[in-house]
């Protein structure tokens, strides 16, 4: 199981204004926690909630159907292409940047046991996409466009560009092309997959983009590029089992949560680092960064004060930004708490030859590259706690499925309990919702001219 230790954010290493008495607040937060997860559970089940993403590793049925799609189109696509934005793209590419291999497009299709390559279209940046239409053959190319509304903006213009594109090169057998992930019942990408008889999968009911990675949202990517869907399952299941225990000292999901709200709330540490040691959990970071921002940045609580609360999410790379952010992070502000993840065991084991042994780099020779990323991680580590910075460090066996999906959902459901500290609504986004708004308006949706009109004059007067 993934192991969390927080022994440099305790007050006994960095000293009582940067760190916490762990254990004094483990035991005045222990009834607390255990009624919020106690009630976190006793909720999942219910509609309206937002927290079907607690089931989603028993959704046996979908995984049948995701295993068979894939099973039926494979060898007949070289390129999967992913229309996405925010949750439905973020959690794709964090799990498959993590357990493909490494340059996966990059392969030849001998090299890539004859699975697609695999490309997210996650922004709406002309360039970009005129790129990418350049280089891909839509004949081959398999499109998954995702949206539970059906009316994102952003994925539907690119569904729109695609699927005319598409017809022109294919014919009426563009059809064949394009898998839709949205709600079961409703929505114009609903609406439209049923008139044009598109192969369809369900986003749940109350299940929000930043949360729905394990189901068809992710899945099905997954499925298509070869990963191991029941080890991904089993994962989640292990991590839901150990995470149903109501005692923070045995719950590695509440321990982070409550160090990460008292460090804010108690030590005004409101900025959170993510910084996994392994290039290939980079966009896991980028994942986090929405999970917790869209989560915790909230202007009201549940008891309608305005509180306007939320730790800043930061994403990091080690070794990388040690040679980018550290200095900030050990001489400016102490206002911040870093997360490492390290990894035990990487799949391959790098050498350092002993060359150059008179000059000053011949101490690295017969060493590792394996040894050099632990040490920068142990070093970053203790250096930051001489500056009395506090950190945690989450550490996986390796970067398999089975461990990639317990650290994805260990860290959904440390924002739920989050949130519960904050006492606020974690599963809404009323922030967002006003920039859609704003740009249904300026776009010309039905419905929104006065919105439009009233923007306009706000624009013209700034």
């Known amino acids: 199981m993934i192991k969390l230790s927080y022994r440099y954010a305790n007050s006994a290493l960095i000293g009582e204004l940067n760190g916490l008495n762990i254990e004094e607040e483990f035991n005045s937060y222990r009834d607390s926690i255990k009624e919020i997860i106690t009630d976190l559970n006793q909720r999942k089940d219910k509609p309206g909630q937002w927290l079907q993403w607690m089931n989603l590793g028993y ?78 053959d839509l004949k081959k190319t398999l499109v998954n466009v995702i949206t539970k509304s059906g009316s994102t903006a952003e994925t539907m213009s ?10 022109k090169e294919l014919g009426d057998d563009y ?9 079961q019942r409703v929505g114009v990408l609903r609406q439209l997959a049923d008139q044009e008889v598109y ?31 029941d080890k991904i399952m089993s994962g989640i299941k292990d991590m839901d089992l150990a995470l149903k225990n109501t005692d923070i000292y045995e719950n590695i999901a509440a321990q982070g949560a409550l160090i990460n709200y008292l460090m804010d709330t108690k030590l005004g540490k409101n ?44 994403k990091a790379l080690g070794a990388t930004d040690q040679h980018s952010q550290i200095q900030l992070y050990n001489e400016g502000p102490n206002n911040k708490l870093i997360t490492f993840i390290r990894v035990e065991k990487f799949d391959n084991e790098l050498e350092i030859p002993k060359i150059f042994e008179y000059t000053g780099i011949g101490y690295l020779g017969g060493k590792t590259i394996n040894n050099l990323i632990n040490a920068e991680a142990d070093s970053t580590r203790v250096a930051l706690a001489d500056y009395s910075r506090p950190t945690i460090t989450i550490t996986i ?20 309990i989050a949130g519960e500290l904050y006492n606020i609504d974690t599963f809404n986004q009323p922030g967002v919702e006003q920039a859609k708004n704003y740009t249904y308006a300026l776009m010309g949706r039905a419905g929104y001219e006065d919105s439009a009109q009233n923007l306009r004059t706000k624009m013209i007067a700034v």
Request: net charge negative; proline share 4%; aromatic share 12%.
């Open 59 to 136: 959704s046996e049925e979908t995984v049948w159907y995701v295993k068979e799609f894939a099973s039926m189109v494979r060898g007949r696509f070289e390129n999967v292409l992913v229309l996405g934005i925010g949750g439905s793209a973020l959690g794709g590419i964090a799990v498959t940047e993590a357990l493909l291999k490494p340059y996966w497009n990059l392969l030849t299709k001998e090299q890539r046991d004859n699975y697609p390559r695999i490309f997210f279209l996650d922004n709406i940046d002309p360039d970009s996409m005129v790129g990418i239409l350049q280089i891909l």
């Open 397 to 416: 066996d390796r970067v398999d499925e089975y461990n990639v999906a317990q650290l994805l959902y260990m860290l959904e459901v440390q924002t739920a």
């Open 175 to 183: 059809r064949k092309n394009i898998v839709v992930t949205t709600d």
């Open 271 to 314: 900025i959170s680092v993510m910084m996994p040691y392994s290039s290939r959990l980079k966009y896991v970071s980028d994942w986090y960064v929405q999970l917790w921002a869209e989560s915790l940045g909230k202007e009201y609580n549940k008891a309608g004060e305005r509180v306007n609360i939320g730790p800043t999410p930061v």
């Open 158 to 167: 690119q569904y729109m560009i695609i699927k005319d594109l598409m017809e």
């Open 199 to 229: 192969k369809t999968f369900v986003i749940p009911d109350d299940v929000g983009g930043r949360f729905s990675v394990f189901s068809a949202v992710g899945l099905l990517p997954f499925a298509l590029v070869g990963l191991d869907i």
